[in-house]
């Protein structure tokens, strides 16, 4: 039978290590692209097969008299 340990969390402090952060998001990076990939994807097609719809309303008053004499 194998024994295998575990690593000990470390404790936890209100700092964070860049070195390790960057670290793991290189360890994912496969999931990561993978994710935005997928999401690229959806949102391409979305563009793509929705018809844009637009919309524009104006409102017209007469001039008052007073105003065209100026």
């Known amino acids: ?13 209100p700092e964070i290590d860049l070195v390790d952060l960057f670290s793991f998001f290189w360890q994912q990076k496969k999931f990561i ?14 563009v ?5 719809i637009y919309q524009a309303s104006t409102v017209l008053r007469p001039a008052e008299i007073n ?3 100026a």
């Open 1 to 13: 039978m194998k024994n295998t340990e575990h690593p000990r969390p470390k404790a936890s402090s």
């Open 33 to 46: 692209a993978t994710t935005s990939a997928i999401a690229g994807a959806i949102a391409l097609g979305y």
């Open 48 to 52: 793509l097969v929705v018809q844009p």
């Open 67 to 69: 105003e065209l004499d």
